[in-house]
């Protein structure tokens, strides 16, 4: 949604040239700076490394109770047990980096990771100034830029989407309905383990019982 709020104070900022003998555009480019500066310094203050280490200088009890992060920790891990490998305070060395490059696993995941926005960033970076050359006026262009995001908040993949995977697989391959009779997949999920699953949906558990009937013959 920030997207479409964001396409009318776009259309309104541009609508600022003239004031203090400036085009809105710079208006524009500064007003966006100023946000970013700002949500980058409420990042500091907000933003903890866990559940578990909530306390701060200006709030040092913290945001929950040693109970309470016990309780979301064990909520998380039983989500995705994966997740419990995670090292948040672990430097990155160049050792590291370079064994990353050398296992050939994970190349797929780099080749799909340069290359998957390309179909859709390209165009979506011109949208509206190949929408103006068609000869849309600024405000239906605004409408229609902010009508993209909004597709992109109503096309998503429901919580029983089927998941098919495998313990060493660094890419999974899901097959998602979006409407009766109509399928769209293959997306590919970069992931160490299982991927998540709504515990909840009828697909996992057939999942499941599928895979243990495998391991079990």
Request: with cysteine; glycine share 6%.
């Amino acid at each position: 949604m920030s997207g479409v709020v964001a396409s009318f104070i776009v259309y309104g900022v541009l609508h600022m040239r003239g004031v203090q003998d400036r085009e809105g555009w710079r208006w524009l480019i500064l007003i966006e700076a100023l946000t970013s500066i700002v949500i980058g310094f409420l990042r500091f203050l907000f933003l903890v490394p866990g559940p578990t280490q909530t306390a701060t200088w200006w709030n040092p009890k913290g945001y929950y109770t040693e109970g309470e992060g016990k309780i979301i920790v064990n909520c998380v891990l039983r989500e995705s047990p994966s997740k419990g490998d995670m090292r948040n305070r672990q430097a990155l060395s160049l050792k590291m980096l370079w064994q990353s490059l050398k296992d050939y696993d994970l190349w797929l995941v780099y080749i799909i990771g340069d290359l998957f926005e390309i179909p859709t960033s390209s165009p979506k970076g011109y949208l509206s100034l190949s929408l103006k050359a068609i000869g849309f006026a600024t405000f239906q262009t605004t409408l229609l830029v902010a009508e993209a995001y909004e597709f992109q908040v109503r096309w998503k993949w429901p919580k029983n989407a089927v998941v098919i995977w495998d313990n060493r697989a660094t890419s999974h391959t899901g097959i998602f309905d979006y409407f009766p009779h109509l399928q769209h997949g293959l997306r590919v999920a970069p992931q160490a383990e299982k991927p998540y699953l709504d515990p909840k949906s009828e697909t996992r558990k057939e999942a499941f019982q599928e895979e243990e009937t495998k391991k079990s013959s």
